[in-house]
């Protein structure tokens, strides 16, 4: 199994920044990508930013030019720094990594999820 545990959630103002951490572990022989999805209430989860193992990134169009993830393979990492944030990105946010966890066994796995709430 693998595990994703998500940090840097919290409150900020409109405009500000935040960035948000995951880390993978457990039995992991090789993560194929890593990203970020979130969920407002009452809407369904949607995909904010991916990255693969080769690099190559995917983002939602509401956050093109203000969102920027990151991967730091070496550590199974990724972090998604949030700039000029607005009340509309207020959403829990979800790590999420489709990796294997032996030679022939892969699956999707997800974080908690953390709350990021923008507001004055």
């Known amino acids: 199994q693998v595990q994703l545990v998500e940090s840097g959630g919290g409150w900020v103002q409109p405009g500000g920044s935040l960035t948000l951490s995951c880390a993978a572990s457990?039995?992991?022989?090789?993560?194929?990508?890593m990203g970020w999805y979130r969920q407002a209430p009452g809407l369904e989860r949607e995909l904010v930013a991916t990255?693969?193992?080769?690099?190559?990134?995917n983002y939602a169009d509401s956050v093109k030019g203000r969102f920027r993830i990151s991967r730091l393979n070496a550590q199974n990492t990724v972090t998604l720094q949030m700039d000029s944030l607005s009340p509309e990105d207020t959403a829990v946010y979800y790590c999420?990594?489709?990796?294997?966890?032996?030679?022939?066994?892969?699956?999707?796995?997800w974080g908690q999820g953390t709350q990021v709430t923008v507001s004055s």
């Open positions: 457990g039995s992991i022989f090789r993560i194929i990508s």
């Open positions: 990255t693969n193992s080769g690099g190559a990134t």
């Open positions: 999420e990594t489709y990796a294997y966890s032996s030679i022939d066994n892969w699956g999707q796995y």
